[in-house]
């Protein structure tokens, strides 16, 4: 505590001073390199692993995530805090990996799985409760990107069907997060953060149709890239 008797995060959840101590390291840029940044948003299941996998081979691009591998191992801490400290965490994880981003982009096009959208449309959607209709009114500015945090170019936003995303939830046998269970048992939940991510500006979010093949999937996000980010070959 300091001298008003205020507890500071470090007090009361140790890992927040190493999370914070990572976060010192970074260089607090907010501009990226000469090369495209591309984000990957969407539910829980609906193919961003196996779509950023295919696009970080077919462009030769970096690939990153929000949150970072190196506070990766704090998540599972983090994630059993009440919302306002758990989406902290994950918001400061967005201006670690902002400064990965600003790095490799220097050199070659990267592809971020998750940035600043899953952080803004889970927090939005866990605020509000009832239908989508609740959410803060369309150009809301709690849907604008911030103005420190480096920008992608293009993000794409993969959309599913509820009953082929619990399909794939389910195909991959594992362990359920209680987010996962929440989204799975609360459709209302998952029309918000779906709403959420379609209301987000500067960028805004362009739709992929998920439900296709992989193969599918992949041609449609390429093509998209390239005519967004002509830089591209
Ligand atoms: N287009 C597709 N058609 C059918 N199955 C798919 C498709 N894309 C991915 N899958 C399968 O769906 C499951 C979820 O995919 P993946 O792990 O890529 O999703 P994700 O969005 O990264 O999930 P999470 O956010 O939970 O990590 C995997 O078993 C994957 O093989
Ligand atoms: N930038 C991010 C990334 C993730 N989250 C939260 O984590 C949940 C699960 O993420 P997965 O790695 O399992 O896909 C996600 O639903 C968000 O609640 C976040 O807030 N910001």
Not at 19 to 29: G, M, P
Not at 51 to 72: H, N, Q, Y
Not at 110 to 126: K, N, Q
Not at 165 to 187: D, F, P, S, V
Request: net charge negative; proline share 7%; glycine share 4%.
């Amino acid at each position: 505590p300091d001298d008003w008797g205020i507890a500071f995060p470090g007090d009361l959840i140790p890992e927040a001073n190493e999370v914070l101590q990572e976060a010192d390291h970074c260089s607090r840029t907010s501009r990226k390199g000469k090369f495209p940044v591309i984000g990957i948003e969407g539910l829980d299941a609906t193919g961003k692993s196996t779509l950023t996998e295919s696009l970080r081979e077919s462009f030769k691009a970096v690939l990153l995530k929000s949150p970072p591998d190196c506070i990766g191992r704090y998540r599972k801490r983090f994630d059993t805090e009440p919302p306002l400290i758990r989406r902290a965490f994950y918001a400061l994880g967005n201006y670690i990996t902002a400064s990965f981003i600003a790095n490799k982009s220097a050199t070659s096009p990267v592809i971020v799985d998750r940035y600043w959208h899953s952080t803004a449309a889970y927090a939005i959607a866990t605020e509000v409760s009832g239908k989508a209709e609740n959410l803060p009114p369309p150009h809301h500015e709690l849907y604008q990107w911030p103005l420190d945090l480096l920008q992608p170019d293009l993000v794409l936003l993969l959309t599913l069907s509820p009953e082929e995303r619990i399909r794939r939830i389910e195909g991959r046998g594992e362990q359920k997060t209680k987010e996962e269970m929440e989204l799975e048992a609360n459709c209302l939940f998952r029309q918000r953060v779906e709403e959420t991510y379609k209301r987000m500006e500067n960028p805004a979010c362009v739709l992929v149709d998920a439900s296709a093949s992989k193969e599918e999937v992949f041609k449609n996000a390429h093509l998209l890239i390239k005519r967004y980010c002509n830089t591209l070959s």
